[in-house]
């Protein structure tokens, strides 16, 4: 969907200006003027904002490469905080004007932008936009860190998420020394990491400070549209998992220790087959891991088949682990060409099937609300839903591994470990939220008090069969691991929230397949045009994370649980 706007350069913000200026100094009386308005900022700010992100895609594909290094940090330090004040003037413009009144009352959706609009207003300050912009060069620093890990093992070097594939292996020793040997590499860098961090809190109380917010939890709050539920919520949401899924977690464990015959479950136990076959290897190529998944969606949907098989490496996708890229996984809204790109770290494990119908959960998303909204404001949805999106797909694909497997005791173990996981992930949510609350309200006065809260907060949450004895250091640095604390704070507790709806979606499609896909479609397109209860409702969800919510997801998952433990 070209935007035909004429040719200018994006990382040269004498080129924009004028644009943005033009725009200022519009009249917009009545609701199709502020249409118009609209349409023609959606369509500059979809090139701009594709720039910036193809510029981070460059550098997370290769953080050692100092020429992608500096085109991204030429447009964090010389283009975006001079985009920051005008976008602000720009919403703070339209919305006094009569065009964007006549605007809301003729399109409710517009009810939905304008009160994010308003808020954005609210908590702008200029003396921020230094700050933001110091922000993302402490990002760029931690990335750049976590990319550069490797260790040696047997002759080889491996970055730590190809190093990972050793803790499935059957042999103790193995896992035990992989293990240690990548939290060692970790720790080598911790008091870095640390300075990183401290850094990145001191700039984000004075960001809070600024917007006349109480702590950066209030900001954060505003800034990323959380009108729907509150802080208190989350806090009963993390007691509802101590509650109801840390006791499944403790007879996991307790199944797991006597399964593998060993008196102590120590943290590289967790991840290998209790019956001590091999790892799961789904594939060995990240061209098989593409091709494969494309038949998995073929199976649920061809529709999802077909969306799926346009992506192509380069373009769309970058799959494989490799020294100097960024960690983790991400799909980025290439808002002007309409293109999604899909980044992971594939090693190949269980994992990487895994993560990539995930984020192809939400590489749909953003083709689908971009079919039926041209503006790119809506084409964003609620994280707590885009979410949905995306493990969604993890869970409806798990029945179709034998796509990458042809035995059935190799298909029930992926999805047994896929159920597994949702169990062992819902307390790691919890604890990452919970510390994050504390960090923001109550901050810590030094690293060793840092890592007292650390602590405290995983050991709430944290089964009691897991054996950490002469491991204190590297279970004092886990939150270091965690790139959402230093890239997007207080971005976590959606995972939550979005796991509950995705297994009821997932109870849902195991009862009516095609009636489930389709709300799921319907829900996806809406994009960001309804209030975040609205869009669960429209998959046929509900907007709920309490202990009564839970507690029936949670019986579902141990029974589905049982029977796969049955046929591995």
């Known amino acids: 969907m070209p935007h035909n706007l ?14 943005f200026n033009e725009l200022l100094q519009r009249d917009i009386p009545d609701a199709d003027d502020a249409r118009q308005w609209l349409t023609d900022l959606s369509n500059l700010s979809a090139r701009v904002q594709e720039y910036g992100d193809r510029r981070y895609i460059d550098y997370a594909c290769h953080t050692d490469d100092p020429a992608l290094e500096q085109a991204y940090m030429h447009f964090v330090e010389n ?44 908590i702008f300050r200029d003396a921020n936009v230094p700050l933001f912009t110091e922000l993302a060069r402490q990002s760029k620093d931690y990335d750049k860190l976590i990319g550069e890990m490797q260790v040696e093992y047997e002759g080889k070097t491996y970055t730590l998420q190809q190093l990972a594939k050793f803790l499935e292996y059957p042999s103790r020793a193995v896992r035990e020394t992989t293990w240690r040997l990548s939290n060692q590499r970790r720790l080598r860098d911790r008091a870095t990491i ?74 590289w136990d967790l991840g290998v087959d209790q019956r001590h076959r091999s790892a799961l290897s789904p594939f060995e190529t990240s061209q098989q891991l593409l091709d494969s998944t494309r038949q998995v969606f073929d199976r649920i ?7 799926f098989g346009h992506l192509t490496f380069g373009r769309n996708l970058d799959l494989d682990s490799r020294k100097g890229k960024r960690a983790g996984g991400f799909q980025s ?49 609620p994280l707590e839903f885009c979410e949905v999106a995306s493990m969604s797909m993890e869970l409806i694909g798990a029945d179709f591994m034998d796509v990458f497997y042809e035995d059935q005791e190799s298909r029930a173990r992926a999805a047994h470990q896929q ?28 690293a060793a008090r840092r890592s007292e809260l650390w602590l405290s907060t995983l050991d ?54 095609q009636q489930a896909l389709q709300r799921y479609r319907a829900a996806l397109s809406l994009g960001n045009t309804r209030p975040l209860p609205q869009l669960f409702a429209a998959a046929g969800l509900s907007f709920d994370f309490s202990a009564e919510r839970i507690a029936p997801l949670m019986d579902a998952v141990a029974q589905e649980l049982e029977h796969l433990e049955a046929a591995v």
């Open 460 to 513: 709430r949450f944290s089964s009691k069969v897991v054996d950490w004895t002469s491991l204190e250091a590297e279970r004092a640095a886990m939150w270091q691991k965690q790139l959402h604390l230093f890239n997007w704070p207080f971005y976590y507790i959606e995972y939550g929230i979005a796991q509950l709806g995705a297994l009821e979606l997932w109870l849902a499609y195991r009862r009516e397949p």
């Open 6 to 19: 004429p040719p200018f350069d994006p990382s040269d913000f004498s080129t924009l200006e004028p644009r």
């Open 194 to 267: 640390d300075a990183i961090f401290d850094r990145m809190l001191d700039l984000r109380a004075n960001v809070a400070a600024n917007a006349d917010e109480p702590n950066f939890r209030g900001y954060a709050w505003k800034s990323m549209g959380r009108f729907d539920y509150t802080p208190a919520q989350c806090d009963q949401f993390a007691d509802a998992v101590q509650k109801l899924v840390l006791p499944v977690v403790e007879q996991l464990d307790q199944r797991r220790r006597a399964a593998l015959g060993v008196n102590s479950l120590r943290p």
């Open 333 to 381: 809204s290439l808002y002007e060409s309409g293109e999604p790109f899909i980044f992971m770290n594939a090693a190949g494990l269980q994992r990487d099937v895994d993560t990539l119908l995930h984020e192809a959960g939400h590489a749909f998303h953003f083709i689908w609300a971009r079919a039926v909204e041209p503006l790119i404001f809506f084409q964003q949805a």
């Open 79 to 122: 283009v975006q905080p001079k985009l920051a004040p005008m976008y602000s003037r720009l919403q703070k413009m339209l919305l006094t004007t009569p065009g964007a009144a006549a605007l809301e009352a003729r399109e409710p959706k517009f009810t939905v932008l304008f009160r994010q609009w308003r808020t954005d207003v609210e």
């Open 419 to 446: 159920f597994e996981s949702v169990v062992r992930t819902l307390p790691w949510i919890a604890t990452i939220d919970q510390f994050q609350h504390q960090l923001y309200t109550n901050r810590p006065a030094d």
């Open 301 to 307: 949907a061809p529709a999802l088949g077909e969306t």
